[in-house]
């Protein structure tokens, strides 16, 4: 029987994953000949041989691709033989319109581990160890296709021993586009805090500096970061206090995970999670007795673990005196810094030195954060290890989109054909650095994957600085989004359904289509249109913002509302604000008290009553800690009414005059906290069945920053699927505002494909 030759195009993450080399070494040994490229599309491969070995290779090629390979398409076409008497990798392409997608950056795998604690390796305690299976990809990548010169490794030269495991299809290395050994690879540094080089080993120094308690800051994957010994509560105390960081728990970095368990308990997802090639930062449970220091989490149960994710943090991590605080390299609200001349100017005030190297980074990239959540990850935060890989929908977009995301916790989304593009987390627009990663940001993804937006997703919020970025922008078609519709799309983009489902956003606020702010909403929702169907009951925010920070005056408002001029007596809450006539007063003025929906204000208003927190430092951190304080075994609730009419109103209120009445009769705080998420869980069912009689939908999406709470989410999910809903829930972006617009994106997409029908 004569040869056959085949086309493949195969579509995914397959660049600078090890592709093409398993491709060549799948097809020699199969007797094929033929060639293997990247371009512009993804990997292009022709076969020629036997009938059976070609069948055979096209079978292996998805069932024994690489790690890091995600395949999502091999397209095959017969055509006709040309007598090849080898296989081959030949140059790549760039011609055409990109398709390609880049692989995120990965964690040291563990051959180049035990090569890097070989002492007779090359590459013994060598800091940029990395292979086709591991190491920098999005960070380094300037453009595509994935190769050497278009990475911020082209400066660095390769010497003849790397050039021939780079050039050997049987190596390891075999066209690994970072690969670099202390020869010709980047070098370490130890600085001061003027940018003098320290004298002595880089990791044994920095090693003992921080034994001594000092501050470093530490070079990474997509940025510096600030690192202290988390058992030193001096150093811990210190950091906090130069990065102005008031409360906000660190992350902690542990050599593996025997360290991870002797400071939280670990159950087998989470140790997956731990240890997966993402590496995220996962939160745990602290265990009793933990010898971390009170400064790194004060306050908190939890503690965010993660491990090691390149050849210099465990280098360092071997040589360190105890696990590592390793927080983001910026002062509060400011985005991580990246470059090297950026660190050391906006870092000076607060590091004492500077472990750094030569290689540069290209696209700065926050640390993901990620909790455990029914035997799978639920996103806090998308960034490095996940960025820039693409959340695949059902259905194409006609037309290339740009989703510019919310204002808090930014990412924008990129989409085209069927993949949306999230990115990295930006952060909170509030300042030029932050606002100008959104925008460099936006430029490099739209170079990376070829798009050109013609329609340009954005919130209604019209103070957004996104949403002023978007109609900034000239020709192209403008898509409003409201706040929570996105939330719901999000959700059902997340899990590849289109609705409609009784969607539940729960969040802090969002602009509503009557001009109040929303944030406690049940919505009819699918991904073109929403209809408002419930809502909870809106009470006054009194001196607007300044009671988003000040928690203590929305329980005010709450109490006001429910009690007149009559409040409580013996509420401490009163008597530690003692001007809180004067905001009862403010929060009855409409001009200066907004009215909202939010359920996050209710949480605050709730965590100000018991004492929890009167006064934010961070987003969210009242209904973190009404989180932390809640008794896990109590199983009482509080009852919340709900008004009937066209749209029905619960009554948070309710909820407030039960937790003040416990309080008052002397019932413990963390029994009255679990109490208080019992009834938000009751109350959502209540009005989800009363809904469901309406509608008759019985699917559920829950998303917004509130259904964080993992300890609301399992009392909430297990209520509604108890009553016969499905229940969809985030998995792939975050259920708070970093996943917004990967909701603006679906919703702009199904939109356009309505109105071009």
């Not at 954060?369 to 194409?396: D, I, K, T």
């Amino acid at each position: 029987m004569g040869s056959i030759r085949y086309e493949v195009r195969v579509e995914g993450v397959v660049q600078g994953v090890g592709f093409r080399p398993f491709v060549h070494s799948l097809a020699t040994r199969l007797g094929l000949a033929g060639h293997v490229r990247n371009d512009v599309h993804g990997v292009f491969i022709e076969i020629e041989g036997a009938a059976d070995a070609a069948e055979h290779f096209l079978c292996s090629l998805r069932y024994e691709a690489p790690p890091l390979a995600v395949i999502e398409k091999i397209a095959v076409e017969s055509i006709e033989p040309v007598s090849d008497d080898e296989f081959r990798i030949v140059g790549s392409t760039s011609a055409g319109s990109r398709a390609t997608l880049v692989s995120a950056d990965s964690a040291t795998c563990a051959d180049c581990l035990r090569e890097m604690f070989d002492p007779a390796d090359r590459r013994f305690g060598y800091a940029f160890t990395n292979c086709t299976n591991c190491g920098p990809r999005f960070t380094v990548v300037r453009d595509i296709p994935y190769d050497r010169p278009l990475t911020t490794m082209s400066a660095f030269d390769m010497c003849a021993r790397c050039a021939a495991e780079y050039h050997d299809p049987g190596d390891r290395r075999f066209h690994a586009q970072p690969v670099c050994c202390p020869e010709c690879g980047p070098r370490l540094r130890l600085v001061d805090a003027a940018g003098a080089t320290l004298p002595g080993d880089p990791i044994a120094e920095a090693a003992a500096a921080l034994g001594r308690g000092e501050i470093l800051s530490v070079k990474g994957l997509g940025g510096y970061h600030l690192a202290v010994d988390a058992t030193d509560q001096d150093a811990s105390s210190a950091l906090r206090k130069r990065k102005h960081r008031e409360d906000k728990p660190f992350a902690v970095m542990v050599r593996d995970l025997a360290q991870a368990r002797e400071l939280c308990a670990v159950n087998e997802v989470e140790a997956a999670l731990l240890a997966s090639r993402r590496r995220p930062i996962v939160l745990l449970d602290m265990l009793p007795g933990s010898r971390i220091a009170p400064a790194v989490a004060p306050g908190n149960r939890q503690l965010g673990l993660m491990l090691p994710y390149t050849p210099l943090h465990h280098l360092l991590l071997r040589d360190a005196p105890g696990p590592l605080v390793l927080t983001s390299g910026n002062v509060s609200d400011e985005p991580i810094a990246y470059r090297d001349d950026e660190a050391l100017h906006r870092l000076a005030g607060i590091a004492d030195g500077f472990l750094t190297h030569d290689r540069p980074i290209h696209m700065r990239t926050d640390d993901s954060v990620v909790r455990s959540f029914r035997g799978r990850g639920m996103l806090v935060r998308r960034s490095r290890g996940y960025a820039p890989e693409p959340v695949a929908l059902p259905r194409e977009f006609p037309r290339p989109v740009l989703a510019c995301g919310a204002e808090l916790k930014n990412t924008f989304s990129v989409a085209k054909n069927r993949h949306v593009f999230v990115s990295h987390h930006i952060g909170d627009l509030e300042n030029y650095e932050t606002l100008r990663s959104f925008t460099t940001g936006i430029e490099h993804f739209t170079r990376l994957f070829d798009v050109e937006p013609a329609v340009v997703a954005h919130d209604l919020h019209p103070e957004y600085l996104s949403t002023k970025y978007a109609v900034d922008l000239d020709d192209v078609d403008l898509v409003g989004v409201q706040h929570h519709h996105a939330h719901i799309a999000s959700c059902l983009a997340d899990n590849g359904a289109d609705g409609p489902v009784l969607g539940v956003a729960f969040d802090g606020l969002g602009y509503g289509t009557d001009g109040t702010i929303w944030g406690g909403e049940f919505l009819r929702a699918d991904l073109v249109d929403f209809q408002r169907l419930a809502h909870l009951e809106p009470v006054p925010l009194p001196g607007g913002t300044t009671a988003i920070k000040q928690p203590w005056r929305t329980a005010v408002a709450y109490l006001s509302g429910r009690y007149g001029d009559d409040l409580p007596t013996g509420l401490d809450l009163l008597r530690r604000n003692e001007t809180w006539p004067e905001v009862a007063a403010v929060a009855r003025q409409r001009a200066h008290s907004p009215l909202t929906s939010s359920a996050g204000r209710l949480f605050d208003a709730v965590a100000a009553i018991l004492g929890v927190r009167d006064a934010i430092n961070y987003e969210g951190q009242a209904a973190i800690e009404l989180e932390q304080l809640a008794d896990r075994d109590e199983r009482g609730g509080y009852p919340a009414s709900v008004s009937t009419g066209n749209v029905l109103r619960a009554q948070g209120a309710d909820l407030v005059a039960a937790v003040v009445d416990d309080l008052r009769s002397g019932t413990p705080g963390p029994v009255i906290a679990a109490r208080f998420h019992t009834g938000i869980a009751a109350m959502i069912h209540d009005v989800c069945v009363r809904l469901r009689e309406r509608t008759g939908l019985a699917e559920v999406a829950l998303s917004g920053g509130v259904f964080q709470n993992m300890l609301l989410l399992h009392r909430v999910v297990a209520r509604l699927e108890s009553s016969g809903f499905r229940v969809l829930v985030h998995s792939r972006v975050p259920p708070n505002d970093g996943g917004v617009s990967l909701g603006q994106a679906a919703i702009a997409g199904a939109r356009d494909r309505g109105a071009r029908r």
